[in-house]
Every structure is written in C-alpha cells, then in structure tokens.
C-alpha cells in the first residue's frame, strides 16, 4: 500500500534554505500584483501543485483556514453584519461597501497566510533559525544580542518538549478535577487554580542554572548557512518565473 | 547583573505557553468563535510585577515568535505580536505609575481590551476595510470578562509568589 513519505523526506522540502525563504518572499509579494480573477486562479493552481508536491495535505490546508476565518474573515463578517443593522436604525451616511474589491483581497490575503504557513510547515526547525539569524543579524549591530536571543527561542522549545509531558500529566489533570468539582464556588475554584499555578511556577524555577548554563553557551557559529543549488532548486525558481509570466 | 536572568525569562515563556493549555479544559465563558480567556496574560502580569520593563518585552515577544514557529502559522505574529506589547505596554504604565487607581484585575481588563482593539487595528489595516471595528463592542465586553478572570487568578497568584518568596530567592 502506498504511504506518503513523511514530510521531512521530501526531495522538495529539502531545498536550499534561503532559495526558499526569498521564493516565500517574492510569491508572497507576487500575489499582490494579481489584479484579475483569471490570474487568482493561475496562483491558485499552482500553490495546489506545491501543496502536493511538498507532501502537505488537506488537515494542514484547513487547519491555515481556520486560522485565517478567527483573525480575519469573522470579525470582517460580524463587523458587516453589525454595520448593516446599525444603519437601519441610525441615520446618517451609509457605509460604502466595495464587496467585489473586498472578495479579492480577502482572497489575496488567504495566499499569503497560505505561502507563509506552507514554508514554516515543510522547513525544518533548525533551518528556520539560521535563516532567522541572517534576518536578524544587522540587529547586532545595534547592540541586539540575535544570536543569545534565538538560542533562548529554541531552548524554551526544548523545554517545553521535555515538560509538556508531565505539564499534561499533572498540572491539567489537577485542573480539571476542580472544574469537575460542583461543590466548588467559582471564587473557590479560582483561589485553587491559583495555588495550583504558584506551586507550578515555583517548582519551574528552581531548574534556573542548568537553563543559564545552556545559555551561556550559545555562540553565534551555531547558526551557519551554505548556500547549495541543485537541480531541484532551478526548478523552483523556474516555476516561478513561469508564474510570474502567467500573471505579468 | 543578575546571571540567571536569561533562565527566568526562558522559564517563564515556557510557563506561560503550557498555562495557555489549561484553556482547552476550562470553559469561555463567551461562546464567540477566536475569543480565549487569554491564561498567558497571567505570566506577564507576574513579570510585570517581578521584573523590569525591557525583561517583560523579552518575555512577550519571544514567547509570540515561539507560538507562531510551534503553530506554522507565522502570520499570526503580527497580530499576537501588536496586541502583546501594547497590552504589555499599557498594563506594565498602570501598575507602575497608576497603581493607585487600579487593581491587578483592572489592570488584567485593560490589557485585554487594548489586546483585543490593537489585534482588530491589525485586522483593519491588513484588509484595508473599516467596517470591521463595528466588531468592537462583541470584543469589548469578550475582554472584560476574560479580563477580571485572568486578573483575578493573577492577582492571588502574585499573592501566593510573595508569600513564598520565590523571585526573592532568584532576583
């Protein structure tokens, strides 16, 4: 029975990093010069076919839309809705509503969300910290520390696989018993909770030196980047310059 | 300098990341679809008290880049990142130069409602359409609710951390 490889294995998850990250960048400011809706299904098809060919799949695909309806597609929706019956009893000027250009930048901003959440799920972790790093390097130069910073960033990732674990196992099941718990009054409930998070917090801090020492050893060689063009990477570049042909 | 400073800040991201899980077992008490009751606001309320002002930026906008990596969904960092360090911001004033006037629950709402305006702010701009502000009153009275609860856990939080001593021992 065929099995999808697992995303890592992916010939085309395994481009060059910063081939990548500037193909995310330039297809991100691409889709804002489709003007038409012949060119927004040019795009469409072809973010079809690297969703495929990168091996994502539809849970990721709805996961991105559900994330994109919260921030963006319900509040404008519910702030429609609550414009439109407010002027049925308020007077006073109407609201313009310029629907066919909204649906387009609705649609425009959803291929962005798309591109953006497509390169973060098929780049590996470490990769995406090297690339931070070259972003964020001139920063140093301002007295940033990038490198002690970023190193934090993946430490409090570390930690928190090693934690989550007993987080789930303790903390939570401790916190769902009080909420289970009728013969609690809510104040009751919140005074428990807060114990429950002090006690948390208190046990968490006395591992304060092993983390300092982790972070004290960072140096900024642990991020290093090389560029690398195989034949993969051409043909990355290639379908985009196709695309922006099409949508040119 | 205090050494462990780096640790505690790493620490608290962490616990304000799993905190923000207890959220999948305690109920909203506002049934809107995106509205949270925002638990990881309780670790910055403590940093705010605890720590110093550049400590508690560090705190919020590494522990948004962590969430946004973790998630794949680095287009939330706007968003999580704005409506972060405004709220931050204006909870960290309160408590420092308006302790006076305002609890740690006050100061709990009033970040939730500059969280919640500054994210729809984002929202607006990014869509270009002013209409979705009309949402504001649903986020409003949303951000007062979570807001009295996330401060109230704070606040006895905050109450239990100073009777044990725990930031004394370490800062």
């Known amino acids: 029975m065929y099995e999808k490889p697992a995303v890592s294995e992916n010939r085309y998850v395994k481009l060059d990093a910063g081939i990548k990250t500037v193909l995310t960048i330039l297809l991100a400011v691409a889709v804002g010069f489709c003007d038409n809706r012949l060119e927004l299904v040019y795009f469409s098809i072809y973010l079809a076919v690297i969703t495929v060919l990168l091996g994502s799949d539809l849970r990721f695909i709805l996961k991105n839309l559900t994330a994109y309806g919260i921030f963006i597609l319900f509040p404008y929706l519910c702030g429609l809705l609550l414009s439109m019956l407010l002027q049925q009893f308020l007077p006073g000027p109407t609201y313009a509503y310029h629907f066919a250009a909204t649906i387009i930048r609705l649609i425009k901003i959803f291929f962005i969300w798309y591109i953006c959440s497509l390169y973060f799920f098929t780049t590996p972790l470490q990769v995406i910290m090297e690339i931070f790093y070259i972003i964020l390097f001139p920063l140093s130069y301002l007295g940033l520390p990038t490198a002690k910073y970023l190193s934090m960033v993946m430490l409090v990732m570390n930690q928190l696989t090693s934690s989550a674990g007993q987080f789930k ?46 972070v004290d050893l960072t140096r900024a060689s642990d991020y290093h980047y090389k560029l690398r063009i195989s034949p993969n990477e051409i043909l990355a570049v290639l379908s985009f310059v196709i695309l922006s042909i099409f949508i040119a | 300098m205090n050494k462990k400073k780096d640790a ?69 960092l706007p968003f999580s990142l704005t409506g972060g360090v405004l709220s ?48 504001i009153p649903i986020l409003l009275i949303s951000a007062v609710v979570t807001g009295l609860i996330t401060g109230t856990i704070g606040e006895l939080t905050i109450g239990e951390i100073q009777k044990r001593g725990i930031f004394k021992e370490i800062i």
């Open chain 1, 169 to 214: 196992q303790d903390i939570m099941e401790q916190v769902r018993i009080i909420i289970k718990n009728d013969s609690l009054g809510f104040t009751e409930k919140l005074k428990a909770l807060s114990n429950i998070l002090a006690v948390f917090i208190a046990n968490s801090l006395q591992h304060s030196d092993e983390i300092q020492e982790q």
């Open chain 2, 8 to 76: 505690i800040i790493i620490i608290l991201i962490c616990n304000a990341i799993l905190i923000s899980l207890l959220e999948l077992i305690i109920p909203v008490p506002i049934p809107v679809p995106g509205v949270k009751l925002g638990l990881a606001s309780i670790i910055t309320i403590i940093a705010i008290a605890f720590l110093d002002f550049k400590d508690v930026m560090t705190i919020v906008i590494l522990r948004c880049l962590v969430v946004a990596i973790l998630s794949k969904g680095i287009t939330v």
């Open chain 2, 88 to 135: 931050a911001t204006a909870m960290w004033l309160l408590y420092r130069k308006l302790a006076r006037w305002f609890s740690i629950k006050g100061i709990s709402v009033v970040g939730a409602i500059v969280h919640n305006t500054a994210q729809l702010g984002v929202a607006s701009l990014i869509l270009g359409e002013s209409v979705i502000f009309y949402y």
